[in-house]
């Protein structure tokens, strides 16, 4: 088989929401560059599919036929009547056209839910779709993204589709949780991947995942659960479920560490309040001859400034250090030379005191501004679609390229003539009905931005209990990997990972969670029992069980008093100092109890208390791929499957059976899948 090209390469990635997709693998593995939403219409005809939704669109047209010319001698009973001869003249033409609509979602259909495939027709045209999008070269091979939650089936008849449909040489499946791993360079870790309805959590052990405790499609525990919450917090005040995910996304919801106080119930102060007031109450506090308010403090700065511009009270500075004392001796007048410099310095320090406490004034009075953790309220942008003859009615404008406010109006321009804006669409939105040709705004809708703003409710997008959920799943995870030795690896090796998870504080509040719920501290999980060798018994609180030496040579004495441990350790050196008859039995029994002791502490070793964990951390993302860290870390399957695919494709060629050929696939069918899958 002909080595494949990197740009050849199609990878594909199906989500709940959203399917990403990227034909070709670029020097620097950059984020998917195809982002399609996982949603297909019906089509007229019945098992067909379109990616937009067709709707049909009539215009009623008035056409002018001219009026039948009278005969010699008759006379028309509406000839006095102008206005009934028009009406005669005219009649109406219903026309209808058909047109996509991008901005509806009436009847979508959306073949995954909660990770699980409902729909393969559905899903077979939303591939379809891309596949055409993309134009790949016919020698192209496919890599999919898989979902923990589907099944072998599901697996067999993927792959019959892209064998049979698109007709590749070469195909693999790629397990979602391995393929972050290659994102994150991790041989063993924790997958946690928060998505739109659903939460996975899965446990890979030197690249190999563990089916036994993994958790896939945990209701209850995804993005939407949170956009559900803020619903109801919500509900008294009106807002719909756009503005409720809206406000998820911004920046202004977060997800407070835990045991936090809200903002206004632990004593955080509002964002207004100015602290001008204060600072000048403490420059007043440290004896400043009442310079506290701001007017005097700026006075004061002034006339420092002017006093150094002009020079004065720098009499001194000149001639200090270079005084003639016998001139001074001789005049008579030392005291009060004295006395002058002492004033000059005091004034000095004065001025100098007071240009200080103007500029700590100054800075004091400017409004500081709160973090989001700490306001009571906080607003954001939210934007909505609205019709453009609203808009127009009200005195608004819509967005041009998304960076305008849309709350006043722009001055009107001058009409245009009808002939120029004949049959024209406007921009913001689908052709409305027209009448003579002229096209008017009925119908057509625009994106329109405005400030909402919202209270504390902002910080409990994640109080239904879905953090509890997912913390559980990880320690029933965890706790189910056969290998024990292995479990305090994967605490440590934390990656999450999912859309549902881009919430501001959210991953910081899971790592929280789990530590206080499951963490117990190195001393208490060390104490005694990892210091103590294999032979002695664990000690309790009573002092009942005091360790024990268990010494195999306890009952073989030779002679009275003497201690065959002792003994040993002198003759092991010199065996002439052996007592007679006694050496050969001493060195047999000293080599027995040396390799039973190295046999007990191979099979006690200390193994990091696989039961509860001593430390939970995150897993660092490499930063060898800049173009990720702009778009963020949550679609990190994506990369690691580029990864995959550099390697499978390309470096490997099929040596290790990472994909299926062409060949392979002709010989077993779609049940040899299972032989090559990642």
């Given amino acids: 088989m002909p080595p494949f090209k990197d740009e050849h390469i199609l990878i594909i990635a199906p989500g709940s929401q959203t399917t990403l997709a990227q034909l070709g693998l670029p020097e620097s593995f950059t984020p998917a560059q195809c982002r399609v939403t996982t949603r297909m219409f019906p089509a007229e005809n019945?098992?067909?599919?379109?990616?937009?939704?067709?709707?049909?669109?009539?215009?009623?047209?008035?056409?002018?036929?001219?009026?039948?010319?009278?005969?010699?001698?008759?006379?028309?009973?509406?000839?006095?009547?102008g206005t009934a001869n028009e009406a005669d003249n005219s009649f109406q033409e219903e026309e209808s056209y058909f047109e996509e609509d991008p901005t509806t979602e009436e009847g979508a259909i959306y073949p995954i839910q909660q990770g699980r495939v409902v729909d393969w027709s559905c899903l077979f045209a939303l591939m379809t779709h891309i596949y055409n999008t993309l134009s790949p070269p016919f020698h192209t091979p496919i890599l999919i993204i898989t979902q923990p939650a589907w099944t072998a089936q599901d697996h067999e008849t993927l792959t019959q589709f892209c064998f049979e449909k698109f007709k590749t040489p070469a195909f693999c499946l790629m397990d979602s949780a391995l393929a972050a791993c290659y994102a994150y360079a991790a041989q063993t870790a924790t997958v946690v991947d928060v998505g739109y309805e659903k939460c996975d959590v899965t446990a890979v052990n030197d690249f190999l995942i563990s089916d036994i405790g993994r958790g896939t499609a945990l209701a209850d525990c995804g993005g939407e659960n949170m956009t559900r919450r803020l619903s109801e917090l919500l509900s008294s005040r009106a807002f719909s479920r756009d503005m409720c995910e809206q406000l998820k996304r911004s920046g202004v919801?977060?997800?407070?560490?835990?045991?936090?106080?809200?903002?206004?119930?632990?004593?955080a102060e509002d964002t207004n309040v100015n602290p001008a007031a204060a600072a000048s109450a403490g420059a007043n506090a440290a004896g400043l001859k009442g310079r506290g308010s701001i007017g005097d403090a700026t006075a004061a700065?002034?006339?420092?400034?002017?006093?150094?511009?002009?020079?004065?009270?720098?009499?001194?500075?000149?001639?200090?250090?270079?005084?003639?004392?016998a001139s001074i001796v001789a005049s008579g007048k030392t005291s009060e030379f004295l006395a002058r410099k002492e004033k000059e310095k005091m004034d000095k320090a004065e001025k100098a005191a007071a240009k200080k406490a103007a500029q700590e004034a100054a800075a004091a009075s400017k409004p500081t501004k709160l973090p989001n953790a700490k306001r009571v309220t906080a607003t954001f942008h939210y934007t909505e679609r609205r019709p453009l003859e609203e808009l127009n009615r009200n005195g608004k404008r819509p967005l041009e390229n998304g960076d305008q406010t849309g709350a006043e109006p722009k001055r009107p321009r001058t009409p245009e003539p009808q002939d120029a804006t004949e049959n024209a669409a406007p921009e913001a939105g689908p052709t409305s009905p027209t009448t003579n040709g002229q096209s008017h705004m009925s119908e057509a809708t625009a994106l329109i931005r405005r400030d909402v703003e919202v209270g504390i409710e902002r910080f409990q997008a994640a109080s239904g209990g879905i953090l509890d959920r997912i913390a559980d799943a990880i320690h029933r995870c965890i706790l189910s990997l056969p290998e024990i030795g292995k479990r305090a690896e994967l605490w440590d090796n934390l990656i999450i990972i999912g859309n549902g998870s881009t919430v501001r504080g959210f991953k910081e509040a899971l790592v929280a969670k789990l530590n206080s719920k499951y963490l117990i501290s190195p001393s208490s999980a060390t104490i005694f029992t990892s210091e103590l060798p294999s032979t002695f018994?664990?000690?309790?609180?009573?002092?009942?069980?005091?360790?024990?030496?268990?010494?195999?040579?306890?009952?073989?004495?030779?002679?009275?008093?003497?201690?065959?441990?002792?003994?040993?350790?002198t003759t092991a050196s010199n065996p002439s100092l052996a007592p007679p008859g006694q050496h050969p039995h001493l060195q047999a029994q000293l080599q027995m109890q040396q390799y039973q002791q190295q046999n007990q502490h191979s099979q006690h070793q200390h193994s990091g208390h696989g039961q509860t964990p001593t430390s939970i951390k995150l897993v660092k993302m490499p930063e060898y791929f800049p173009e990720w860290k702009d778009a963020g870390i949550e679609e990190a399957a994506f990369l690691g499957a580029q990864?995959?695919?550099?390697?499978?494709?390309?470096?490997?060629?099929?040596?290790?059976?990472?994909?299926m050929s062409r060949t392979e696939y002709n010989d077993l069918g779609p049940q040899g899948i299972h032989e090559f899958c990642m």
């Fill in 46 to 81: 019945k098992g067909e599919w379109e990616p937009l939704k067709v709707q049909e669109r009539k215009i009623i047209r008035h056409r002018d036929h001219p009026a039948p010319v009278p005969v010699d001698g008759d006379t028309s009973m509406a000839e006095g009547d």
């Fill in 253 to 267: 919801c977060e997800v407070l560490p835990l045991d936090s106080a809200l903002p206004g119930e632990g004593g």
């Fill in 301 to 325: 700065m002034r006339s420092a400034e002017i006093a150094d511009q002009t020079g004065e009270g720098k009499e001194g500075e000149d001639t200090e250090g270079v005084l003639d004392v």
């Fill in 537 to 569: 018994t664990t000690p309790v609180a009573t002092g009942a069980n005091t360790p024990q030496p268990q010494s195999h040579l306890a009952n073989a004495h030779h002679g009275a008093g003497v201690n065959p441990l002792l003994l040993a350790a």
């Fill in 643 to 659: 990864v995959a695919a550099k390697v499978v494709f390309v470096v490997d060629q099929g040596l290790s059976k990472g994909f």
